[in-house]
């Protein structure tokens, strides 16, 4: 494993070698886990009753671990929060955590399972690794002694981290890392820095982060832009947000957008809205689930390529500016309103035609809209919209969004509220927006909250449009862009001209090339 604790804008993989036994493809499988969730308590409960609800999960885990192994998967993501939930305070979070040592360690927990303490739910998994000679990758918690005289160090003498491992088919702890963006989780610390962590298999450069963590710069987008790594894990407790932010949604557009392998494993909670895991490539989705019908697990599988770089077939990168910044805006209709999604104020105008060309701006964001329905639906009404700027009641992310979508009802004032099923089918659609940013995911929502693969494209000039004919009933067609450098109390320390910094990450590098070169 590679951890890197600082940002940078300079990489160099001239001289990286493909390691022996490389594999063109793999199989990988993710599992949507429905948790058995701890009775609700205000007092820790003890260490072996935490235990025993971490084992009744790991049952049905293992059950998955199992299946993709029987399958030929190489790698199986499970999700956060698999082992135990979520809803904890700092002391009762406490009985399930054991300390996580850094890989560094050469550490097989199954064969020696007492080195660094209690750690029994590091001995299972890693066994259950070895014994199926598979990757895995699971999600738990992570304590960390700490000095009282450290001025940040928490009351009860520990920092206390959401956690991803990875154990190799050997059984070998080769992974960990700390979320850094937490998402109302008291329990748990902020690491220091964002880690950059990273490991090598015959089968391509893994990176890993964990749920919000995908929303923002560090690390998801410098494991990517920085480090080269082919495929993504990862595990998440995702709370779908329409019309935007459903899971299959974003995590689909996000490796659209990226250009890479994600493996996104979510909790499958119905009543919370938390449902919906896959596997996405650049190109489009392989395999995905959406299920808020049952409360049971799903597990998923498909054939991937192991270096989507490498391949003929990669997508060329995007300038998504580049059409709308050179066409003669469309007619902007007088009637433009505004309207809330998720406390961002959208501009926005309806799609009254059947066909027709539209332009919505706000600021200094356009956005273009082709479009041709099949029929225009009397009961259904569909506008396009623009919004620029800091997102939501935190105002700390800057969101940039071109997006054409169902309205909840005719009453415009619905329109950005969430809806589930649509009726108009469109046979044309091209979107596109003056982005200040280069960072853009491509959104395309089907009615019951379905993809629509092989059914979009993304054009080198920044447009979104159909192809293959007819589509099914559309609620959303977005283009969902993040301006990181605008975020405030961002994270980005940008471009570095340090030398000792430079110098450090360059011989770093060599070094990972140099153990790549023989995989063990």
């Given at each position: 494993m590679s951890t890197f604790s600082f940002q940078t804008s300079v990489a160099v993989f001239a001289l990286m070698t493909l390691p022996v036994n490389a594999l063109d493809t793999f199989i990988a499988a993710v599992y949507?886990?429905?948790?058995?969730?701890?009775?609700k308590t205000e007092t820790p409960v003890s260490q072996d009753d935490a235990l025993l609800l971490m084992n009744k999960n790991l049952d049905i885990l293992e059950r998955a671990?199992?299946?993709?192994?029987?399958?030929?998967?190489?790698?199986?993501?499970?999700?956060?929060?698999?082992?135990?939930?979520?809803?904890?305070?700092?002391?009762?979070?406490?009985?399930y955590l054991e300390d996580i040592p850094d890989p560094q360690a050469a550490w097989i927990p199954c064969e020696d399972p007492h080195r660094f303490g209690h750690t029994p739910i590091q001995a299972r998994l890693s066994c259950l690794a070895k014994n199926n000679s598979i990757y895995v990758l699971a999600n738990i918690g992570d304590k960390k002694p700490c000095n009282s005289s450290d001025s940040t160090c928490p009351a009860n003498g520990y920092y206390q981290y959401n956690t991803n491992v990875v154990y190799n088919k050997k059984g070998k702890l080769v992974a960990r890392y700390h979320k850094y963006h937490l998402y109302s989780e008291p329990q748990f610390d902020v690491p220091e820095k964002p880690e950059l962590v990273t490991f090598d298999t015959p089968f391509g450069r893994f990176g890993m982060f964990t749920c919000f963590d995908i929303l923002f710069h560090d690390p998801a987008v410098t494991l990517v832009k920085d480090f080269h790594v082919d495929t993504i894990l990862f595990p998440t407790a995702w709370m779908n947000v329409?019309?935007?932010?459903?899971?299959?949604?974003?995590?689909?557009?996000?490796?659209?957008?990226?250009?890479?392998?994600?493996?996104?494993?979510?909790?499958?909670?119905?009543h919370l809205n938390m449902a919906g895991s896959g596997i996405y490539t650049p190109h489009s989705p392989k395999v995905y689930h959406y299920d808020v019908e049952t409360g049971l697990g799903k597990i998923l599988l498909s054939e991937v390529d192991s270096r989507?770089?490498?391949?003929?077939?990669?997508?060329?990168?995007?300038?998504?500016?580049?059409?709308?910044?050179?066409?003669?805006?469309?007619?902007?209709?007088?009637n433009t309103f505004r309207g809330s999604i998720s406390k961002d104020m959208f501009n926005f105008t309806e799609l009254f035609e059947n066909s027709g060309n539209l332009t919505v701006c706000q600021k200094?964001?356009?956005?273009?809209?082709s479009y041709r329905m099949l029929r225009k639906e009397e009961n259904e009404v569909y506008v396009l919209g623009a919004f620029t700027g800091l997102h939501g009641r935190r105002r700390r992310e800057y969101w940039q969004v071109c997006t054409m979508l169902k309205c909840k009802t005719t009453n415009l004032t619905t329109c950005g509220?969430?809806?589930?099923?649509?009726?108009?089918?469109?046979?044309?659609?091209?979107?596109?927006?003056?982005?200040?940013?280069?960072?853009?995911?491509?959104?395309?929502?089907?009615?019951?909250?379905?993809?629509?693969?092989?059914?979009?494209?993304v054009l080198k000039d920044g447009r979104l449009v159909n192809k293959n004919g007819l589509s099914e009933p559309i609620l959303t067609v977005s283009l969902f862009g993040r301006w990181y450098t605008k975020d405030s109390h961002s994270i980005i320390s940008g471009s570095t001209s340090n030398l000792a910094t430079t110098s450090l990450l360059i011989s770093t590098l060599l070094m990972i090339a140099l153990q790549n070169i023989v995989m063990v």
């Open positions: 949507e886990h429905a948790v058995i969730l701890p009775n671990i199992k299946q993709a192994a029987e399958q030929d998967a190489q790698i199986i993501v499970t999700p956060e929060d698999a082992l135990y939930g979520w809803k904890f305070t700092r002391d009762t979070i406490f009985p329409l019309p935007h932010l459903s899971a299959i949604e974003f995590h689909s557009a996000w490796a659209m957008g990226m250009r890479v392998n994600l493996l996104a494993a979510n909790i499958h909670h119905v989507p770089r490498n391949s003929s077939a990669y997508p060329v990168a995007v300038n998504w500016s580049a059409y709308a910044t050179t066409i003669k805006p469309f007619p902007v209709q007088k200094d964001l356009c956005c273009h809209l509220k969430p809806v589930e099923t649509a009726l108009t089918r469109f046979d044309m659609f091209s979107l596109s927006g003056t982005f200040g940013t280069e960072y853009v995911f491509p959104e395309v929502l089907l009615t019951k909250i379905q993809l629509s693969p092989g059914k979009f494209v």
